[in-house]
């Protein structure tokens, strides 16, 4: 969703050219924002639902007695229909009972005009305090059919700032479901997560978590989000703290360690048809490849990859060719080079011998020494991959790593 910032209202000239202007011009001070702490107009997108083809904006002007007057305007609406419109409490995301009820949206014009200073419960209201609202307007169908919604728009404090942040969520067991999740800061620091998937199918169900620490360690679940419709493989959830003493959302997203996990359905979790690591688990650009190289077993070979994530610490996966399906191989990073020998420092999940991969974070040693990316692109050490838990003297696969490379 874009975002609207409040404007001095100059003149009517000026007011018109808010109207049509960019909601990225950055020459609009932004609500809150100190260059422009007493507006007295602010506006807020109204998108569409549910392919309404209703969309537009939401004008809310002080008045001079104090009163506030919403302006609700949009396109997509057609003459002899009449669109109720409301100020919901909470988020759109959430959901929330009516705390204004607005004129209803004319369908030959587009347009509802609304003039108040109290909430349909009878508390005042002010616009400073609007501006500050825990709220959303929606414009309803019709009033035989309020449950439809065909334009949303949050308001007040949980109007978006713009900035933002996306992860992937890759295709897990289910062939051809992917896409991403965004984070989307609000003015209250609390973060809007819209999770986008493609190929879901319709009419499916797909509860969604995010977990945690890493997608390769595991973990429980940190925070339940909404779950993905099917038949438009979206779902969006507003998330006010993951923990910390701050409460902010966003914040707290880009710091944390943890994961995206959806799911085939509520009756089977154990399918991951998505997910993608999130917060300080995310990668960086940095990855280094070592080979391993054939060694006691021909034609099983291939290479361990470590790639650097934000906390500093490690995705290490282990790519071999040649394994047997069902084979369960035993991998390690030794002490010294191939060549010298040394002890096991760290011991990776086996291999299976089925896809030849084994994945896993790294950061610390088996004896609790913590080790960062950056360690081990100069660590004394190389890995040996073996043929099974009981033929541990058997290696199939075999590389020097970090200084010895």
């Given at each position: ?36 702490p007493?507006?007295t ?17 939401g ?34 995301a ?32 002010s ?37 933002l ?14 896409g991403?999740i ?31 620490n ?63 690591d ?37 995705l ?37 011998g ?5 994945e ?17 692109l ?25 200084s010895?490379?």
């Amino acid at each position: 969703m874009k975002f609207f910032k409040p404007i001095l209202v100059l003149s009517i000239f000026a007011l018109t050219a808010f109207g049509c202007s960019d909601d990225d011009d950055d020459s609009n001070p932004a609500p809150n924002n100190p260059a422009n702490p007493n507006p007295t107009s602010v506006s807020y997108d109204l998108e569409s639902l549910g392919n309404s083809g209703v969309s537009g904006t939401g004008l809310f002007t002080e008045n001079n007695d104090g009163s506030i007057t919403a302006t609700l305007t949009v396109t997509g609406t057609s003459a002899g229909n009449s669109h109720p419109a409301h100020v919901h409490f909470n988020t759109a995301a959430e959901g929330g009972g009516i705390a204004i009820s607005l004129s209803a949206v004319d369908g030959a014009t587009g347009t509802s005009t609304t003039t108040f200073n109290a909430l349909d419960n009878s508390t005042p209201i002010s616009f400073s305090e609007l501006r500050n609202f825990d709220g959303y307007v929606n414009i309803h169908l019709s009033d035989s059919n309020l449950a439809t919604v065909v334009a949303q728009g949050d308001i007040g404090q949980n109007d978006l700032t713009g900035t933002l942040k996306t992860y992937n969520l890759g295709e897990r067991a289910v062939a051809g479901i992917s896409g991403t999740i965004e984070f989307a800061e609000r003015i209250n620091g609390e973060a809007l997560a819209t999770i986008s998937l493609q190929n879901t199918p319709s009419g499916g169900r797909h509860p969604a978590h995010i977990h945690m620490n890493s997608a390769v360690e595991g973990g429980g679940i940190a925070f339940p989000l909404d779950t993905v419709d099917g038949n438009s493989g979206i779902s969006k959830t507003n998330i006010p703290s993951l923990g910390s003493s701050q409460g902010t959302g966003y914040n707290d997203v880009l710091n944390y360690d943890g994961y995206i996990n959806v799911h085939l359905s509520a009756n089977n979790l154990a399918t991951i048809v998505a997910q993608g690591d999130i917060g300080q688990n995310e990668l960086t650009n940095n990855t280094k490849t070592y080979v391993l190289a054939e060694k006691d077993v021909p034609g099983i070979s291939g290479n361990v990859v470590f790639s650097e994530r934000l906390s500093g610490e490690t995705l290490a996966k282990i790519t071999l060719t040649g394994t047997p399906n069902g084979g369960s191989h035993p991998a390690h990073i030794h002490m010294n080079d191939a060549t010298t020998t040394g002890p096991i420092s760290f011991s990776f999940p086996n291999v299976d011998g089925t896809s030849g991969i084994s994945e896993t974070n790294i950061s610390q040693l088996d004896d609790s020494t913590p080790i960062t990316y950056s360690d081990l692109l100069i660590y004394d050490g190389y890995i040996n991959v073996h043929e099974s838990d009981s033929s541990l003297n058997i290696i199939v696969a075999q590389g020097n790593i970090g200084s010895n490379e």
